[in-house]
């Protein structure tokens, strides 16, 4: 059973900043991509940013710039630092890892930490 546990959500101010952190547990063999996605009452589901087992990383476009995603391989933990967030970054937000345990490949999502960003 693997499963993915997100921390550091909360209430920010607009000039501020604030990092999560997602682990992952359970009979893990491997990790490839790791991300972060969100969702905003009333809205779809959508990308924020994701990173790969070798550090390629992707953005959504409204965040390039703000936002940073690392990960540590050897804590199978991937991070979200925000920067100059907007009350438009207001969300649940999710992590996903896309893990190989026993029986193969699969995709995990944790249950999500809300972020309010305060102006």
């Known amino acids: 059973q693997v499963q993915l546990v997100e921390s550091g959500g909360g209430l920010v101010q607009v000039e501020g900043s604030l990092r999560l952190s997602c682990a992952a547990s359970g009979t893990i063999f491997g990790i490839d991509t790791m991300g972060w996605y969100r969702q905003a009452p009333g809205k779809q589901r959508e990308l924020v940013a994701t990173?790969?087992?070798?550090?390629?990383?992707n953005y959504a476009d409204s965040v390039k710039g703000r936002f940073a995603i690392s990960r540590d391989n050897a804590l199978n933990t991937v991070y979200l630092l925000m920067n100059s967030p907007s009350p438009e970054d207001t969300a649940v937000y999710y992590c996903?890892?896309?893990?190989?345990?026993?029986?193969?490949?699969?995709?995990?999502w944790g249950p999500g930490t809300q972020v309010t960003v305060s102006s």
């Open positions: 990173i790969t087992s070798g550090g390629s990383t």
């Open positions: 996903y890892a896309h893990v190989l345990r026993t029986g193969g490949w699969g995709g995990y």
